[in-house]
Antibody
Framework: EVHLTESGGGLVQPGGSLKLSCAAS????????MNWVRQAPGKGLEWISY????????FYADSVKGRFTVSRDNGDNSLYLQMNSLRAEDTAVYYC??????????????WGQGTLVAVSS | DIQMTQSPSTLSASVGDRVTITCRAS??????LAWYQQKPGKPPNLLIYKAATLRPGVPSSFSGSGSGTEFTLTINSLQPDDFATYYCQQYNSYPYTFGQGTKLESK
């Protein structure tokens, strides 16, 4: 059974940093592209980053480009999101999500339960 | 970026009703459209992809249609478990974007 479990969220001051992790199990992690998606309290969904299985392709939303860095360790079945220069508007629940299919043009079939990041002084 | 617009934002209905949610894309996305259901405090759950393909395990009361810029999600014979928020998502090009959501509430 596929499982995705995020961790690393918490309260951080504006300008601070945080590193999120997503532990994957139940599937061949290296074969699937992964994504980070966030949802501000009471708001809709926002995709923020994509990384291919081989790490050769990475995309970011403009809202986080230059501040966030996605990475993965296929040997450890883990996905990461390093978040720097955090702002109040980054406050959200952060989800990791798996691509349904390989090769692009894919929605996301499995999601973690999310981890809350709160940016406040 | 491709803008996705859902309507209505809120929909009141009763168990047994048939409901339809509409999603419009700001440009042609072929059939690269998915629908998700989200309940409070839970992650989204993929229901339909490629505009009309039902994910295995999703009740057949859910159906999707459309192509290009206009899409619909239909739920036949609403069940109590169907009251939730629904999002459309385009995955034609990054950044993948979502509609603002439709909250389906009990009348």
């Amino acid at each position: 059974e596929v499982h995705l479990t995020e961790s690393g969220g918490g309260l951080v001051q504006p300008g601070g940093s945080l590193k999120l992790s997503c532990a994957a199990s139940g599937f061949d992690f290296s074969s699937f592209s992964m994504n980070w998606v966030r949802q501000a309290p009471g708001k809709g969904l926002e995709w923020i980053s994509y990384i291919s299985g081989s790490r050769s392709t990475i995309f970011y939303a403009d809202s986080v480009k230059g501040r966030f860095t996605v990475s993965r360790d296929n040997g450890d079945n883990s996905l990461y999101l390093q978040m720097n220069s955090l702002r109040a508007e980054d406050t959200a629940v952060y989800y990791c999500a798996r691509d349904l299919t390989a090769g692009g043009y894919s929605p996301w079939d499995y999601w973690g339960q999310g981890t809350l990041v709160a940016v406040s002084s | 970026d491709i803008q996705m617009t859902q309507s209505p934002s809120t929909l009141s209905a009763s168990v047994g009703d048939r409901v339809t949610i509409t999603c419009r894309a700001s440009q042609d996305i072929s059939t690269w459209l998915a629908w998700y259901q989200q309940k409070p405090g839970k992650p989204p759950n993929l229901l339909i992809y490629k505009a009309a393909t039902l994910r295995p395990g999703v009740p057949s009361s859910f159906s999707g249609s459309g192509s290009g810029t206009e899409f619909t999600l239909t739920i036949n014979s609403l069940q109590p478990d169907d009251f939730a928020t629904y999002y459309c998502q385009q995955y034609n090009s990054y950044p993948y974007t979502f509609g603002q959501g439709t909250k389906l509430e009990s009348k």
